[in-house]
Structure formats: structure tokens, C-alpha cells
């Protein structure tokens, strides 16, 4: 993924891997605005709400937010309570 995104000309990009609800509060304190995220953690409801606590504070006015696959699993109770 990192490959290709910077094949498209994506200069500044971020990618995680490891148990998010472990990593990403550490690494979000480094992070600066996001124009992009994409939720693509665990299925579960409880990791899901995790990652988008998470990310809230990264995001600005026009920033977009992708979560794979919605609506299944716990992705899509917590995506469908975000209000608009």
C-alpha cells in the first residue's frame, strides 16, 4: 500500500498496523491533520468505536473518513450513530 500510494503521488502518508486500540493512541499525539483516513481495523463493535475515538481528533473541517467494511459486523452500529 505504501508503495502504491506514493507511486500516485501521496508525499505525506501514515500507515499502522499492529492491535489499534494499542498503537493509535500512542501514535496520534505525532500525527498531524488528516485529509484521509481509513478505518480497516478489528470487526468488532468495541475495536471499531476504539478507532474512531481515536481519530476524531485528527480531522479537520474537510477531512473524509473511510471505514471498510460497513455495514457489517460491529462497523456499522458505530458508523451509523456518528452524527453528520
Same mark, same amino acid.
Given at each position: 500500500? #505504501?508503495?502504491?500510494?506514493?507511486?500516485?503521488?501521496?508525499?505525506?502518508?501514515?500507515?499502522?498496523?499492529?492491535?489499534?486500540?494499542?498503537?493509535?493512541?500512542?501514535a496520534?499525539?505525532? %500525527?498531524?491533520?488528516?485529509?484521509?483516513?481509513?478505518?480497516?481495523?478489528?470487526?468488532?463493535?468495541?475495536?471499531?468505536?476504539?478507532?474512531?475515538?481515536?481519530?476524531?481528533? %485528527? %480531522?479537520?473541517?474537510?477531512?473524509?473518513?473511510?471505514?471498510?467494511?460497513?455495514?457489517?459486523?460491529?462497523?456499522?452500529?458505530?458508523? #451509523?450513530?456518528?452524527?453528520?
Amino acid at each position: 500500500v #505504501d508503495r502504491f500510494l506514493g507511486r500516485k503521488g501521496v508525499k505525506s502518508r501514515h500507515l499502522f498496523s499492529g492491535n489499534t486500540t494499542e498503537s493509535l493512541p500512542i501514535a496520534k499525539a505525532q %500525527l498531524p491533520k488528516m485529509d484521509l483516513v481509513f478505518i480497516d481495523g478489528g470487526h468488532s463493535e468495541e475495536t471499531v468505536a476504539s478507532d474512531w475515538e481515536n481519530v476524531k481528533d %485528527l %480531522l479537520h473541517e474537510k477531512s473524509i473518513v473511510f471505514f471498510d467494511d460497513y455495514p457489517n459486523w460491529g462497523v456499522g452500529p458505530v458508523v #451509523d450513530s456518528i452524527d453528520s
